[in-house]
């Protein structure tokens, strides 16, 4: 069987594949499932000594490595414990990006108590003074190769954006702030356990119907054409094709927000503007012209489903921003399609 260059991507030399039990599915196409050998759970020799480290099965997400910067960095491709924890906050935030790991790939020695409580803590503020009501899901899925999924408090109805991993204690944690009234699902790559989300918080699915397929036929608002759309008087969908056929940011226009799916994101490496580039479905040129769209839009944020976060000063320095970022891209690419080229995620 041929496997998808993201299938294939993703699995790390210590996977096997296998065909499942459950056979064939509705497309009448084999199923398989990832067998992790024993030894991949061993420790990376990347790891300073401790309890905390990164076992093989990472698949270079970068979760951890935003998550608690001064605990796990990039080493051999992978993520590694560079520094055990040293304070509790430092302690806290390790245990959230072992919980938030899609792979389950952080580990400890010993036996931590307080994970207990820190499970509890789902979903996190992403800035309560800057951004109130904006939070970060956590508990990463290995269906979205870990990508970050958000919620938002909003008088009109909460929204959530993209999936994480289904946990029955962060579906309790948004009933206790209101319930989830729209899954907005920026693009394919990102759906997760959305019916399964979307039936237990009994919310709508929007997703733009360049992106629907046999798995999301049944969401229950599919935009057409090119936008834009509303939710509400605060939210604004902006399509943003090149990616994939269907990407749709969300922005949020009171906070000066806008999440971006797998549109736009900062690299953990160069901690410039990039775009992912190997899993595009269409050419750079369509998904460059996309990103012009971006410089209409008042916002100060840049909140992606993968790579890291962006906080402007202000408008004039997100603009400058982009604007630099375009004209170091467009000489390069142009029209050409880049299916084949490296990820860069880190």
């Known amino acids: 069987m041929a496997l998808a260059l993201r299938e294939s991507f993703l699995r790390p030399r210590y996977h096997t ?32 000594e401790g ?18 910067p001064d605990v796990f960095a990039r080493i051999g491709g992978m993520s590694a414990v560079t520094k055990q924890p040293a304070s509790k906050d430092e302690n806290i935030k390790a245990l959230q990006a072992l919980l938030s790991c899609p792979t ?15 499970n509890k803590m789902f979903p996190l503020p992403i800035d309560e003074n800057a951004l109130p009501g904006v939070y970060h899901c956590g508990y990463h899925s290995d269906k979205t190769y870990g990508a970050t999924s ?47 989300w979307a039936r237990r918080l009994n919310c709508e699915r ?12 049944d969401v229950e608002r599919k935009l057409h054409g090119d936008g834009p759309w509303n939710i509400g008087s605060d939210f604004e969908l902006v399509h943003t094709p090149g990616h994939t056929e269907g990407s749709v940011c969300l922005y949020y226009k009171p906070m000066k927000v806008l999440f971006t799916g797998d549109h736009l994101y900062k690299s953990g490496e160069t901690g410039e503007l990039g775009m992912a580039l190997i899993y595009n479905k269409q050419s750079v040129s369509l998904q460059l012209d ?11 944020w840049i909140l992606p489903g993968h790579g890291r976060r962006v906080r402007f000063k202000d408008n004039h320095e997100k603009n400058a921003t982009i604007e ?8 390069l690419y142009g029209n050409v399609s880049t299916r084949n080229k490296e990820p860069s995620f880190a």
């Open 17 to 48: 594949l296998v065909p499942s039990r459950s056979g064939r599915n509705e497309r009448n196409t084999v199923r398989y499932r990832f067998v992790v050998s024993a030894s991949a759970r061993d420790r990376r020799p990347q790891n300073v």
């Open 104 to 118: 389950n790939s952080i580990r400890t020695e010993k036996q931590m108590k307080e994970v207990v409580e820190v």
């Open 150 to 196: 958000y919620f938002i408090s909003h008088p009109e109805g909460n929204i959530m954006v993209d999936c994480p991993e289904y946990k029955e204690i962060l579906a309790r944690k948004f009933d206790m702030l209101g319930g989830v009234r729209y899954l907005f699902l920026t693009h394919k790559d990102d759906i997760g356990e959305h019916d399964k």
């Open 324 to 331: 630099d970022f375009l004209a170091s891209k467009e000489h």
């Open 51 to 68: 309890n905390f480290f990164v076992d093989h099965t990472c698949i270079d997400c970068d979760t951890c490595r935003w998550m608690a």
């Open 290 to 300: 996309s990103v012009k769209k971006l410089l209409d839009l008042d916002f100060n």
């Open 206 to 217: 929007i997703m733009h119907i360049g992106d629907v397929d046999y798995r999301t036929a």
